[in-house]
């Protein structure tokens, strides 16, 4: 019996396609040359020899590697995986470690061999494992012979080291590519992408934005991409349109949409070692105002003052 209170399919499909995705999601790049940022993997984006990079040159030559992308949030990670795959016609199976399990990889796995098989199809598959270090060993170890054989390319994502994270055998069949967070100027060109694009961004709403308010956005983003879109999305939302249909992004609607910066902190992960390794090599290196910046960013995001404390007797001893 149907339950009452439950939107019947048709009504859910119809509410589920009225509604737009994310500003981040509407506005990822469609093609290598608008990706942003990463120059050190995809060369400049006016450099003529863009071939001599690492992707560049396996993109050219049709044989993308299996890789695990390292780097924090928010970086282009799965957008990258994404664009290579398109580059080089392989056809991309994105896979979550946090919602499925060896199961449904062996699934992927065997359509991909009957892919690989077709004769109409031919197609190598690219699998995109998004946070892979949450796969254990065992699980990752599924992966091993079907990389070996050629009948799927891993592209991994991570946050963490995967040095600590991913085993021996899978790292050495991976090719591992570090990206890094995001300057403040690339994330003013997203940001002015997305306010002039009228099709995927918030280019019909016409907005605009001083690009101070637009580089304190990129502040509070931390070299984070998706935070940087989805504090805009928040902003322009509480700035309404004037008489003429425009509107004008203001400093309090950021700070408002902004709420409070949050720090890149964990309390059991490489960043809770990375911050106080800091902290004690500014001691160390008799620089007061570096210690006194890494014990500050500790306490502020929640680190225990005993583990702290504890440090610094060691240190001192």
């Known amino acids: 019996m149907a339950d009452l209170f439950e939107p019947s399919a048709s009504a859910a499909a119809t509410s589920e396609a009225a509604l737009p995705s994310p500003l981040a999601d509407r ?48 970086s282009g990670k799965t957008t990258l995986a994404r664009l290579i795959a398109q580059a080089t016609q392989c056809h991309f199976v994105f896979f979550s470690a946090v919602l499925a399990g060896v199961k449904e990889v062996r699934e992927v796995i065997k359509a991909a061999a009957l892919r690989q098989r077709a004769k109409t199809d031919g197609r190598r598959t690219i699998l995109f494992v998004d946070e892979i270090h949450r796969f254990n060993r065992s699980q990752q170890d599924a992966f091993l012979p079907h990389v070996e054989n050629g009948t799927i390319i891993l592209m991994g994502a991570t946050t963490e080291n995967p040095s600590f994270a991913l085993n021996a055998p899978l790292l050495s069949r991976c090719q591992v590519l570090v990206l890094r967070p995001l300057s403040p100027d690339h994330l003013v060109t997203i940001l002015r992408r997305a306010l002039d ?87 160390r290196g008799s620089d007061p105002d570096a210690a006194v910046y890494w014990l500050a960013r500790m306490l502020e995001a929640g680190e225990d003052p005993l583990f702290v404390a504890r440090r610094m007797v060691i240190f001192a001893a």
């Open 197 to 283: 694009d009228p099709e995927r961004g918030l280019g019909a709403l016409e907005i605009e934005a001083p690009r101070e308010l637009l580089r304190q956005i990129a502040y509070w983003a931390e070299g984070d991409a998706r935070r940087a879109l989805n504090l805009l999305e928040s902003a322009v939302a509480l700035c309404p349109p004037s008489a003429q249909g425009r509107r004008l992004l203001t400093e309090s609607a950021v700070k408002e949409a902004a709420q409070q910066r949050l720090l890149l902190f964990d309390k059991d992960r490489e960043e809770h070692y990375n911050v106080i390794s800091a902290f004690i090599k500014s001691m």
């Open 27 to 74: 506005v990822r790049p469609r093609t290598l040359d608008e990706f942003v940022g990463q120059e050190h993997l995809l060369g400049q984006p006016d450099q003529a020899a863009k071939a001599d990079t690492v992707l560049h040159a396996a993109i050219r030559a049709d044989r993308p590697p299996s890789m695990i992308f390292w780097g924090p949030p928010g």
